[in-house]
């Protein structure tokens, strides 16, 4: 009787453990783990697999050429610029070639790094840690703004002397030139405006230092580069007003010139 129930306890234990495998085969097939999933151990480190580690890389890379080139195209309206004054021209140069070396330092260490999580570290750190690059372009566009402002204003200037030039000889000549005086004055000041704007545009983003996450200096910045395409903005207003003025001129100068040659002609004709 004894053996018995020995016999029957033992097919029944016997029979319960062969269950077991079973049914935790069934639960694993169940969730489909995948091969080449990132793990997260109990100790908060990181892997990755090969292919992942290779992708994360492949976009890493791609992220600082983009960078780099638009720092390089940078740098080359940097060197064209013509107005600007030769420090701060120096100065962006200098602030855009050492970015452009310290990602391309980065973009060799991301391509050595064998650790996932200093890949992943490292990968963070092109929009985190480089905060300059986000300071720098917009500072070289409103310096290039600025820069074609002052041109333009130049090339406005000198044509509103060869302007003032034929409005005092058509006065001289007896036309009414009132009008065109007044419209030349605008013009000067307009232009005068346009130049002191852009400059005011270059001052105020010229100092400007990257925050490295610092918000209150972000927002510091952040105000000044607000406040500087601003006075772009009014410099580019100046400019469309003086072009109009500049219009104005040269078709009065051309009325006013042809009410002389006529008065000319019918004075020598009646002599």
Do not use: C
């Not at 793990?39 to 892997?47: D, F, M, R, Y």
């Not at 390089?72 to 962006?92: C, E, G, S, W, Y």
């Not at 952040?222 to 772009?232: E, F, H, I, Y």
């Amino acid at each position: 009787m004894i053996m018995k129930k020995i016999s029957y306890l033992l097919a029944a234990l016997g029979f319960s453990l062969a269950l077991v495998p079973a049914f935790a085969l069934a639960q694993t097939a169940g969730v489909g783990v995948s091969a080449n999933a990132t793990v997260t151990t109990p100790a908060a480190s990181v892997t990755m697999s090969v292919s992942a580690m290779a992708a994360a890389k492949s976009r890493g890379d791609k992220e600082l050429d983009r960078r780099v080139e638009a720092l390089t195209d940078a740098n080359i309206r940097v060197q064209a610029m013509q107005k600007v004054t030769p420090t701060f021209k120096d100065n962006l140069g200098t602030a855009l070639q050492t970015q452009i070396a310290a990602f391309n330092a980065l973009k060799t260490k991301i391509d050595a790094d064998t650790d996932a999580a200093t890949l992943k570290t490292d990968i963070q750190s092109i929009t985190q840690s480089y905060r300059v690059y986000a300071l720098v372009l917009p500072q070289v566009r409103i310096a290039a703004a600025a820069d074609r402002a002052v041109t333009i204003s130049t090339m406005m200037q000198i044509l509103g002397t060869k302007l003032a030039a034929r409005i005092q000889a058509a006065g001289a000549a007896g036309a009414d030139v009132t009008a065109l005086t007044a419209t030349l004055d605008d013009l000067g000041s307009k232009i005068s405006d346009a130049s002191t704007e852009a400059q005011a545009a270059v001052t105020t983003s010229a100092s400007l230092a990257p925050d490295n996450g610092d918000k209150t200096v972000m927002a510091s910045n952040n105000a000044a580069l607000k406040t500087a395409r601003t006075s772009l903005s009014t410099a580019n207003t100046d400019l469309k007003a003086a072009r109009k003025d500049i219009d104005t001129i040269v078709k009065g100068l051309k009325k006013a010139e042809a009410s002389v040659s006529a008065t000319t002609t019918a004075s020598t004709s009646t002599n």
